[in-house]
């Protein structure tokens, strides 16, 4: 099954593969840790908030996850960009492979150079953080 980028049932299959990543990476990880919020802007308007936005947060902290579909800042990694300028990255399927890491990478950095795409924080604060669930969502991403 495939969702329309950040539409409430890709959020909702977000939030379960954060959820199950988490429950199984604190079994090794007790210390678990991240945050992450990304919003974007000039959403299609029938999943899009009154200012055209979407988005979504997750704090993961002392064994819990906090998953909320609004915007807040008090995260450590967070993306602001054009909807229709992230959808490609959102939708690249790494499947694992360092070379097609790279270029997702690479891709990103151009959408960052050419203003679609803001981010600010580190992804990756200190050892205990999750590791990346980009490619399950991918998967699952019109």
Same mark, same amino acid.
């Given at each position: 099954?495939? *969702? @329309?980028?950040?539409? =409430?049932?890709?959020? $909702?299959?977000?939030?379960?593969?954060?959820? @199950? =990543?988490?429950?199984? @990476?604190?079994?090794?990880?007790?210390?678990?840790?991240? #945050?992450?919020?990304e919003v974007f802007t000039?959403?299609?308007?029938?999943?899009?908030?009154?200012?055209?936005?979407? $988005?979504?947060?997750?704090?993961?902290?002392?064994?819990?996850?906090?998953? !909320?579909?609004?915007?807040?800042?008090?995260? =450590?990694?967070?993306?602001? /960009?054009? *909807?229709? $300028?992230?959808? +490609?990255?959102? !939708?690249?399927?790494?499947?694992?492979?360092? @070379?097609?890491a790279a270029e997702l990478?690479?891709? $990103?950095?151009?959408?960052?150079?050419? /203003?679609?795409?803001?981010?600010?924080?580190? =992804?990756?604060?200190? +050892? !205990?953080?999750?590791? #990346?669930?980009?490619?399950?969502? #991918?998967?699952?991403?019109?």
């Open positions: 099954m495939k *969702y @329309e980028f950040a539409c =409430r049932d890709w959020c $909702a299959a977000l939030h379960g593969l954060i959820a @199950e =990543r988490a429950t199984w @990476e604190l079994k090794t990880k007790p210390n678990l840790a991240m #945050s992450i919020c000039n959403a299609p308007a029938h999943i899009a908030d009154v200012d055209g936005k979407v $988005a979504w947060s997750c704090i993961i902290e002392d064994g819990k996850v906090d998953f !909320q579909i609004r915007e807040r800042d008090d995260v =450590r990694f967070k993306v602001v /960009g054009d *909807y229709a $300028a992230i959808l +490609p990255l959102g !939708q690249f399927d790494t499947r694992g492979d360092p @070379e097609r990478a690479a891709l $990103a950095a151009k959408v960052v150079e050419s /203003g679609g795409m803001k981010t600010t924080g580190e =992804r990756i604060a200190n +050892p !205990q953080a999750m590791t #990346s669930i980009h490619d399950a969502i #991918s998967r699952l991403t019109l």
